[in-house]
């Protein structure tokens, strides 16, 4: 199939393929009836501009990795469809990455991007990443690099993350006011700071309702249902269960739930359980979870922003660290239920 080039307007003009060029990007001078006629004629003639030719003259790609951990959880698709939301407007397209939790892909996924050639990267690490040498790396060769939600602090480049404290304080806190005195935490690893602020928002909620702390209240779990499961059910088979729990996610809430229901437990009369996240989910289960709602499409919108403003700097880009606000939705699952004396 022969493509039309802007050698081949030209000559049907006439005119020097410079002029056809300025015409396309409307930079120079050229009377306005000379553009007109070359649009006109190129439409005529089927052209269509060549896209690896604007990327080689432009230094671009036009492409942005983005890497994820997993995609069980809604949260990531969200924040992806916020991602794009914003790259597609100005041109880009996305690639996006799965790590699937292991940080051998993830850093398996940075080389391939790099050597993609995409302009930056927006990462969520996963919680077995220890080692960011790689990432302080590229960060310092002044490569675009935008971390959210589970970001690495040695890395000084731009993140942009939730009130995670202040949101785990207030979801510890509604538990306390239901009348809960004996509540639990099943945390994140503690690898992530995402995981060590929920904890400590947890922990501090406690000490300001003069709620005595003990280390077996906090119960490092996981971020996956099958996490949740295996940890309640240790906690089921030690007759070891609390009044309430607060979950790092929803997926852990979730599993607890099943094995909760599953030996005869009633959600919330015999055990409450909190949320974090807020998952689609959480309204179709029974009973509805309460969860910390995040808000994931701005999550991925702010990213992509700040991204293009590092494109577009060339170099001259100071890191950014964005901060955004969440609400608790609260839901039968926290609840107390009150005590009936119709019989």
């Known amino acids: 199939m022969y493509h039309v ?10 005119v020097a393929v410079s002029t ?7 930079k120079g001078e050229i009377k306005q009836e000379t553009r007109d006629l070359i649009l006109k004629t190129a439409a005529e003639m089927g052209y269509h501009p060549n896209p690896i030719a604007k990327k080689l003259f432009q230094q671009r790609s036009f492409n942005v ?7 069980t959880n809604s949260f990531f698709p969200d924040v992806v469809t916020g991602i794009q939301e914003v ?9 996006i990455m799965q790590s699937n939790e292991s940080a051998v892909n993830e850093l398996e996924n940075i080389k391939s991007l790099e050597s993609n050639m995409v302009d930056g990267i927006i990462l969520s690490i996963t919680s077995q990443t220890s080692n960011v040498d790689y990432l302080k790396k590229l960060n310092e060769q002044g490569f675009p690099l935008v ?39 099943f945390s994140g690893p503690k690898a992530l700071s995402l995981s060590r602020n929920r904890m400590q928002g947890f922990v501090d909620a406690l000490k300001k309702h003069r709620i005595p702390v ?3 209240m906090v119960i490092e779990t996981g971020f ?23 979950c790092v996610n929803d997926t852990t809430a979730f599993g607890a739930m099943k094995k909760l229901k599953q030996n005869g437990y009633r959600i919330p009369a015999d055990v409450a359980l909190v949320g974090f996240t807020e998952n689609f989910v959480d309204e179709l289960v029974e009973p509805q979870l309460t969860s910390v709602a995040q808000p994931t499409f701005e999550i991925g919108r702010t990213a992509a922003r700040l991204l293009l403003e590092q494109i577009e700097s060339k170099g001259k880009f100071t890191p950014q660290t ?14 107390k239920l009150k005590p009936d004396y119709s019989s």
Do not use: C
Not at 5 to 14: G, M, P
Not at 20 to 26: T, W
Not at 224 to 242: F, K, T, V, W, Y
Not at 322 to 334: A, D, K, M, W
């Open 224 to 246: 996956m249902m099958a996490d949740g499961e295996r940890i309640m059910q240790q906690q089921i088979d030690a007759h070891n269960l609390p009044e309430a729990i607060f």
């Open 87 to 95: 790259l597609f407007k100005e041109g880009y397209q996305v690639l």
């Open 5 to 14: 080039t802007v050698k081949d307007i030209a000559r049907k003009l006439n």
């Open 322 to 335: 964005i901060v955004l606000n969440g609400r608790l939705n609260v839901r039968e699952s926290s609840v």
């Open 214 to 216: 003990t280390p077996d």
């Open 20 to 26: 056809v060029s300025r015409a396309f990007n409307d």
């Open 147 to 185: 971390m959210f939600n589970r970001v690495a602090d040695e890395v000084k480049a731009s993140q942009v993350v939730f009130d995670d404290y202040k949101w785990a304080f207030f979801a510890t806190e509604h538990l306390i006011y239901q009348g809960y005195k004996k509540i639990f935490h």
């Open 65 to 71: 990795g983005v890497i994820i951990p997993e995609f």
